[in-house]
Protein backbone atom coordinates (compact mmCIF):
# COMPACT_ATOMS: atom_id res chain seq x y z
CA UNK A 1 0.00 0.00 0.00
CA UNK A 2 1.04 3.55 -0.65
CA UNK A 3 2.06 5.60 2.74
CA UNK A 4 -0.83 7.62 3.76
CA UNK A 5 -3.43 5.54 1.42
CA UNK A 6 -6.70 4.42 2.69
CA UNK A 7 -7.35 0.26 2.99
CA UNK A 8 -11.12 0.05 2.47
CA UNK A 9 -10.33 -3.58 3.43
CA UNK A 10 -9.73 -2.95 6.75
CA UNK A 11 -12.43 -1.85 8.93
CA UNK A 12 -11.90 2.01 10.41
CA UNK A 13 -7.92 1.78 8.93
CA UNK A 14 -7.81 5.12 7.68
CA UNK A 15 -4.06 5.61 6.73
CA UNK A 16 -1.40 3.48 7.20
CA UNK A 17 2.73 4.62 7.46
CA UNK A 18 5.74 2.90 6.76
CA UNK A 19 8.39 3.72 10.11
CA UNK A 20 11.39 2.38 8.33
CA UNK A 21 12.76 0.69 11.06
CA UNK A 22 10.61 -1.91 13.84
CA UNK A 23 7.71 0.45 15.72
CA UNK A 24 6.99 -0.36 19.50
CA UNK A 25 5.30 2.63 20.58
CA UNK A 26 2.76 5.05 19.49
CA UNK A 27 1.44 8.12 21.99
CA UNK A 28 -1.11 11.12 21.02
CA UNK A 29 -0.12 14.40 23.08
CA UNK A 30 -3.25 14.90 25.78
CA UNK A 31 -2.50 18.57 26.36
CA UNK A 32 -5.62 20.78 25.28
CA UNK A 33 -4.98 22.55 22.29
CA UNK A 34 -2.07 20.28 21.42
CA UNK A 35 -3.60 16.72 21.17
CA UNK A 36 -3.39 16.22 17.17
CA UNK A 37 0.10 15.54 18.06
CA UNK A 38 1.17 12.27 17.78
CA UNK A 39 4.54 10.40 18.57
CA UNK A 40 5.98 7.07 17.49
CA UNK A 41 9.08 5.49 18.48
CA UNK A 42 11.28 3.02 17.04
CA UNK A 43 13.82 0.17 18.05
CA UNK A 44 15.37 -2.13 15.57
CA UNK A 45 18.63 -4.51 16.28
CA UNK A 46 21.24 -3.62 13.91
CA UNK A 47 22.31 -6.44 12.04
CA UNK A 48 26.42 -7.54 11.61
CA UNK A 49 27.22 -8.33 7.95
CA UNK A 50 28.18 -12.10 7.79
CA UNK A 51 32.60 -10.85 7.13
CA UNK A 52 32.38 -9.19 10.85
CA UNK A 53 30.82 -12.49 12.44
CA UNK A 54 34.21 -14.03 13.53
CA UNK A 55 34.00 -15.33 16.74
CA UNK A 56 36.82 -13.43 17.94
CA UNK A 57 35.99 -9.76 16.11
CA UNK A 58 31.97 -8.93 16.90
CA UNK A 59 31.48 -5.73 17.54
CA UNK A 60 28.93 -5.06 20.10
CA UNK A 61 25.38 -4.88 19.06
CA UNK A 62 23.79 -1.69 18.50
CA UNK A 63 19.93 -1.24 19.25
CA UNK A 64 18.99 1.98 16.82
CA UNK A 65 15.52 3.80 16.74
CA UNK A 66 13.85 6.82 16.18
CA UNK A 67 11.61 9.55 16.75
CA UNK A 68 8.98 9.90 14.78
CA UNK A 69 6.58 13.07 14.91
CA UNK A 70 2.88 13.34 13.01
CA UNK A 71 0.47 15.48 13.34
CA UNK A 72 -2.99 15.05 12.32
CA UNK A 73 -3.81 17.64 9.25
CA UNK A 74 -6.83 18.84 7.23
CA UNK A 75 -5.99 18.78 3.46
CA UNK A 76 -7.85 19.07 0.34
CA UNK A 77 -7.38 15.60 -0.13
CA UNK A 78 -8.10 14.26 2.93
CA UNK A 79 -10.64 16.19 5.74
CA UNK A 80 -8.69 14.44 8.56
CA UNK A 81 -5.14 12.61 7.95
CA UNK A 82 -1.49 12.28 9.38
CA UNK A 83 1.41 13.97 8.02
CA UNK A 84 5.35 13.54 9.06
CA UNK A 85 6.75 16.31 10.52
CA UNK A 86 10.04 15.11 11.68
CA UNK A 87 11.77 12.65 12.56
CA UNK A 88 14.89 11.74 15.28
CA UNK A 89 17.52 9.69 14.88
CA UNK A 90 18.42 7.90 18.87
CA UNK A 91 18.95 5.04 20.37
CA UNK A 92 15.91 2.85 20.19
CA UNK A 93 13.22 3.70 21.97
CA UNK A 94 11.49 1.18 24.26
CA UNK A 95 8.45 3.74 25.93
CA UNK A 96 7.39 7.09 25.12
CA UNK A 97 5.12 9.09 27.55
CA UNK A 98 3.91 12.77 27.40
CA UNK A 99 3.39 14.97 30.49
CA UNK A 100 -0.25 15.92 30.53
CA UNK A 101 0.07 19.13 31.45
CA UNK A 102 2.31 21.74 29.92
CA UNK A 103 5.51 22.60 32.21
CA UNK A 104 5.46 25.44 30.27
CA UNK A 105 5.86 24.03 27.15
CA UNK A 106 5.28 20.47 25.74
CA UNK A 107 7.10 17.67 27.30
CA UNK A 108 7.52 14.29 26.66
CA UNK A 109 9.62 11.63 28.12
CA UNK A 110 11.52 8.62 26.57
CA UNK A 111 13.38 5.47 27.95
CA UNK A 112 15.74 3.47 25.45
CA UNK A 113 17.95 0.94 24.50
CA UNK A 114 21.10 3.24 25.94
CA UNK A 115 19.94 2.92 29.12
CA UNK A 116 19.02 6.51 29.02
CA UNK A 117 15.58 8.65 30.38
CA UNK A 118 15.39 11.63 28.16
CA UNK A 119 13.07 14.98 28.34
CA UNK A 120 12.46 16.49 25.03
CA UNK A 121 10.32 19.69 24.70
CA UNK A 122 7.85 20.74 21.52
CA UNK A 123 8.67 24.33 21.68
CA UNK A 124 6.18 25.20 18.18
CA UNK A 125 3.09 23.51 18.40
CA UNK A 126 2.78 23.65 14.69
CA UNK A 127 6.16 21.27 14.50
CA UNK A 128 7.82 23.81 12.35
CA UNK A 129 10.94 23.37 14.33
CA UNK A 130 11.99 19.94 15.62
CA UNK A 131 11.62 18.81 19.48
CA UNK A 132 14.85 20.15 21.18
CA UNK A 133 16.37 17.40 24.00
CA UNK A 134 16.35 18.71 27.33
CA UNK A 135 17.86 16.45 29.63
CA UNK A 136 19.38 12.82 29.93
CA UNK A 137 19.93 10.91 32.41
CA UNK A 138 21.32 7.19 33.18
CA UNK A 139 19.34 4.38 34.20
CA UNK A 140 22.37 2.09 34.95
CA UNK A 141 25.13 0.90 33.11
CA UNK A 142 24.09 -2.38 31.74
CA UNK A 143 20.33 -1.80 31.16
CA UNK A 144 17.78 -0.83 29.15
CA UNK A 145 15.14 1.48 29.90
CA UNK A 146 11.56 -0.74 29.67
CA UNK A 147 8.98 2.05 30.49
CA UNK A 148 8.33 4.79 31.98
CA UNK A 149 5.24 7.11 33.68
CA UNK A 150 4.20 11.09 34.90
CA UNK A 151 3.28 11.84 37.98
CA UNK A 152 1.16 14.61 36.21
CA UNK A 153 -1.52 15.84 38.27
CA UNK A 154 -1.96 19.67 39.24
CA UNK A 155 -1.60 19.49 42.50
CA UNK A 156 1.68 17.78 42.84
CA UNK A 157 5.51 18.52 42.37
CA UNK A 158 6.13 16.22 38.92
CA UNK A 159 8.32 13.00 39.10
CA UNK A 160 9.04 10.64 36.59
CA UNK A 161 9.01 6.76 37.51
CA UNK A 162 11.15 4.60 35.36
CA UNK A 163 11.39 0.48 34.72
CA UNK A 164 14.58 -1.27 33.13
CA UNK A 165 15.69 -4.92 32.44
CA UNK A 166 17.49 -5.62 35.64
CA UNK A 167 14.43 -5.62 37.14
CA UNK A 168 15.08 -1.73 38.92
CA UNK A 169 12.15 0.86 39.49
CA UNK A 170 14.19 5.03 39.48
CA UNK A 171 11.90 7.33 40.56
CA UNK A 172 13.32 11.65 39.63
CA UNK A 173 11.99 14.48 40.35
CA UNK A 174 11.56 16.97 37.44
CA UNK A 175 12.37 20.14 37.92
CA UNK A 176 14.93 22.94 35.92
CA UNK A 177 16.68 19.43 36.05
CA UNK A 178 16.05 15.40 36.67
CA UNK A 179 17.32 14.22 39.97
CA UNK A 180 17.28 10.40 40.91
CA UNK A 181 15.65 10.84 44.52
CA UNK A 182 15.55 6.91 44.87
CA UNK A 183 15.59 3.63 42.98
CA UNK A 184 15.58 0.16 44.20
CA UNK A 185 15.27 -3.66 42.45
CA UNK A 186 11.72 -4.42 42.02
CA UNK A 187 11.70 -7.87 40.01
CA UNK A 188 13.70 -10.81 39.76
CA UNK A 189 13.52 -10.38 35.86
CA UNK A 190 13.05 -7.83 33.46
CA UNK A 191 10.73 -4.89 34.82
CA UNK A 192 8.48 -4.56 31.99
CA UNK A 193 6.17 -1.90 33.34
CA UNK A 194 5.47 1.14 35.93
CA UNK A 195 2.54 3.40 36.37
CA UNK A 196 1.35 5.56 38.46
CA UNK A 197 -1.81 5.61 40.60
CA UNK A 198 -3.73 8.56 38.77
CA UNK A 199 -5.88 8.99 42.10
CA UNK A 200 -2.83 8.52 44.76
CA UNK A 201 0.58 9.60 43.25
CA UNK A 202 2.68 8.33 46.16
CA UNK A 203 1.40 4.81 44.47
CA UNK A 204 3.03 3.34 41.90
CA UNK A 205 2.54 -0.65 40.20
CA UNK A 206 5.13 -2.34 38.70
CA UNK A 207 4.92 -5.93 36.51
CA UNK A 208 7.81 -8.02 35.52
CA UNK A 209 9.20 -10.49 33.82
CA UNK A 210 8.40 -12.70 37.15
CA UNK A 211 4.48 -13.03 36.42
CA UNK A 212 4.71 -10.16 39.75
CA UNK A 213 2.09 -7.43 39.85
CA UNK A 214 3.16 -5.14 42.94
CA UNK A 215 2.01 -2.12 44.40
CA UNK A 216 4.81 0.71 45.82
CA UNK A 217 4.07 3.70 48.39
CA UNK A 218 7.00 5.81 47.78
CA UNK A 219 5.54 7.38 51.59
CA UNK A 220 6.82 4.29 53.55
CA UNK A 221 9.70 3.22 51.32
CA UNK A 222 10.34 0.56 48.96
CA UNK A 223 8.96 -2.49 50.36
CA UNK A 224 6.06 -3.82 48.49
CA UNK A 225 1.92 -2.69 49.69
CA UNK A 226 1.25 -6.14 47.79
CA UNK A 227 2.75 -8.80 45.35
CA UNK A 228 0.30 -10.30 43.41
CA UNK A 229 0.66 -13.85 41.45
CA UNK A 230 -2.54 -14.17 39.54
CA UNK A 231 -0.25 -13.88 36.23
CA UNK A 232 0.94 -17.26 34.66
CA UNK A 233 3.57 -15.17 32.43
CA UNK A 234 5.02 -11.70 32.80
CA UNK A 235 3.46 -8.65 33.62
CA UNK A 236 4.04 -5.83 30.91
CA UNK A 237 1.24 -3.43 30.71
CA UNK A 238 -0.36 -1.39 33.55
CA UNK A 239 -2.84 1.79 33.62
CA UNK A 240 -4.57 3.43 36.55
CA UNK A 241 -7.58 4.84 34.76
CA UNK A 242 -7.92 8.58 35.43
CA UNK A 243 -11.84 9.37 34.94
CA UNK A 244 -12.40 6.05 37.34
CA UNK A 245 -11.21 5.83 40.56
CA UNK A 246 -9.83 2.69 42.09
CA UNK A 247 -9.87 0.70 37.96
CA UNK A 248 -6.46 -0.52 37.15
CA UNK A 249 -5.94 -2.32 34.15
CA UNK A 250 -3.46 -5.12 33.83
CA UNK A 251 -1.94 -7.42 30.63
CA UNK A 252 0.21 -9.79 30.45
CA UNK A 253 2.03 -12.76 28.16
CA UNK A 254 -0.21 -15.19 29.59
CA UNK A 255 -2.89 -13.18 27.07
CA UNK A 256 -5.34 -12.36 30.02
CA UNK A 257 -6.47 -8.84 30.33
CA UNK A 258 -7.42 -8.06 34.40
CA UNK A 259 -9.63 -4.73 35.71
CA UNK A 260 -8.87 -4.36 39.06
CA UNK A 261 -10.52 -2.33 42.21
CA UNK A 262 -7.14 -1.02 43.88
CA UNK A 263 -8.72 -1.53 47.04
CA UNK A 264 -9.11 -5.23 46.90
CA UNK A 265 -6.23 -7.12 44.83
CA UNK A 266 -6.61 -10.36 45.95
CA UNK A 267 -9.44 -10.82 43.23
CA UNK A 268 -10.00 -9.18 39.60
CA UNK A 269 -13.12 -7.89 39.00
CA UNK A 270 -12.92 -8.60 35.76
CA UNK A 271 -10.82 -11.12 33.54
CA UNK A 272 -10.71 -11.75 29.49
CA UNK A 273 -8.70 -13.67 26.90
CA UNK A 274 -7.88 -11.49 24.36
CA UNK A 275 -5.69 -14.78 22.67
CA UNK A 276 -2.15 -12.98 23.12
CA UNK A 277 0.48 -11.39 24.46
CA UNK A 278 -0.69 -7.40 26.14
CA UNK A 279 1.42 -5.50 25.73
CA UNK A 280 0.12 -2.39 26.06
CA UNK A 281 -3.10 -1.03 27.49
CA UNK A 282 -5.10 2.16 27.51
CA UNK A 283 -8.13 3.40 28.89
CA UNK A 284 -10.33 5.55 26.95
CA UNK A 285 -9.93 9.20 27.85
CA UNK A 286 -13.36 10.39 27.44
CA UNK A 287 -15.47 7.77 29.82
CA UNK A 288 -13.46 5.96 31.21
CA UNK A 289 -15.02 2.43 30.42
CA UNK A 290 -13.19 1.29 27.38
CA UNK A 291 -9.67 0.13 27.33
CA UNK A 292 -7.73 -0.38 23.95
CA UNK A 293 -4.70 -3.04 24.07
CA UNK A 294 -1.81 -3.54 22.04
CA UNK A 295 -2.37 -7.78 21.94
CA UNK A 296 1.39 -8.63 20.26
CA UNK A 297 0.66 -11.46 17.75
CA UNK A 298 -3.34 -11.18 17.89
CA UNK A 299 -3.67 -7.72 16.83
CA UNK A 300 -5.05 -4.67 18.54
CA UNK A 301 -8.74 -4.69 20.90
CA UNK A 302 -11.23 -2.77 21.71
CA UNK A 303 -12.44 -3.93 25.03
CA UNK A 304 -15.93 -2.84 26.85
CA UNK A 305 -14.48 -2.52 30.71
CA UNK A 306 -18.32 -0.53 31.94
CA UNK A 307 -19.34 -4.31 33.35
CA UNK A 308 -17.63 -7.77 32.42
CA UNK A 309 -15.04 -7.41 29.62
CA UNK A 310 -16.26 -8.08 26.04
CA UNK A 311 -14.71 -7.35 23.14
CA UNK A 312 -16.01 -4.64 20.79
CA UNK A 313 -13.34 -4.56 17.76
CA UNK A 314 -10.27 -6.55 17.29
CA UNK A 315 -8.29 -5.52 14.40
CA UNK A 316 -5.76 -8.71 13.12
CA UNK A 317 -2.25 -7.60 12.18
CA UNK A 318 -0.94 -11.16 11.15
CA UNK A 319 1.95 -12.14 12.72
CA UNK A 320 3.47 -8.64 12.59
CA UNK A 321 3.57 -7.90 16.28
CA UNK A 322 1.19 -5.45 18.03
CA UNK A 323 3.24 -3.38 20.43
CA UNK A 324 1.74 0.26 20.41
CA UNK A 325 -2.04 1.37 20.26
CA UNK A 326 -3.21 4.93 21.78
CA UNK A 327 -6.23 6.79 21.56
CA UNK A 328 -6.36 10.53 20.35
CA UNK A 329 -7.49 12.73 23.35
CA UNK A 330 -9.78 14.93 21.01
CA UNK A 331 -13.29 14.00 21.21
CA UNK A 332 -14.73 13.39 17.15
CA UNK A 333 -11.64 14.18 15.60
CA UNK A 334 -12.58 12.16 12.60
CA UNK A 335 -15.90 13.17 11.95
CA UNK A 336 -15.00 14.73 8.75
CA UNK A 337 -13.05 11.58 7.75
CA UNK A 338 -13.26 9.79 4.31
CA UNK A 339 -13.73 6.54 5.69
CA UNK A 340 -16.21 4.26 4.71
CA UNK A 341 -16.53 3.44 8.27
CA UNK A 342 -17.30 6.66 9.37
CA UNK A 343 -21.25 8.24 8.93
CA UNK A 344 -22.02 11.95 9.45
CA UNK A 345 -24.08 10.91 12.48
CA UNK A 346 -21.73 8.85 14.65
CA UNK A 347 -19.51 10.98 16.77
CA UNK A 348 -15.92 9.33 16.10
CA UNK A 349 -13.01 9.57 17.13
CA UNK A 350 -9.11 8.23 16.03
CA UNK A 351 -7.08 5.54 17.57
CA UNK A 352 -2.91 5.19 16.83
CA UNK A 353 -1.61 1.74 16.52
CA UNK A 354 2.10 0.27 15.57
CA UNK A 355 2.97 -3.15 14.23
CA UNK A 356 6.89 -4.37 15.01
CA UNK A 357 8.40 -6.31 11.72
CA UNK A 358 6.35 -4.58 8.84
CA UNK A 359 7.39 -1.17 10.88
CA UNK A 360 3.79 -0.01 10.47
CA UNK A 361 1.87 2.86 12.00
CA UNK A 362 -1.78 3.04 11.76
CA UNK A 363 -4.49 5.63 11.59
CA UNK A 364 -7.89 4.51 12.70
CA UNK A 365 -11.57 5.54 13.25
CA UNK A 366 -13.16 4.44 16.03
CA UNK A 367 -17.10 5.37 16.65
CA UNK A 368 -17.78 6.26 20.23
Known amino acids: ???????????GLVQTFDTELYADSVEWCPVEGCQDVLLCGTYQLEEQDEGESTCDEKRPQTRVGQLRVYRLESTEASPRSLSLHHCLDMPGVLDIKWCARACPLLTCGLVNAAGHLQLWQVADTALMTPPKKLTQTDLGLTCLGLSLDWSDSKHDSLQIVTSDSTGSLSVFDVDSDVTKVSSWHAHEYEAWICAYDRWNEGVIYSGGDDGMLKGWDLRVGTTPTFTNKRHSMGVCSIQSNRLQEYKLAVGSYDEELHVWDTRQMKRPLAVCDLGGGI????????????????TMYNGFHIVDASDTLSIKAHYTSASNLGYGADWCHKAGAARESASDDVTTDTTTSFIATCSFYDHSLQLRSWPT
Not at 3 to 11: I, N, T
Not at 279 to 294: H, M, N, Q, S, Y
Open 1 to 11: MAEGSPDPSSR
Open 279 to 294: WRVKWDPFEGDTILTA
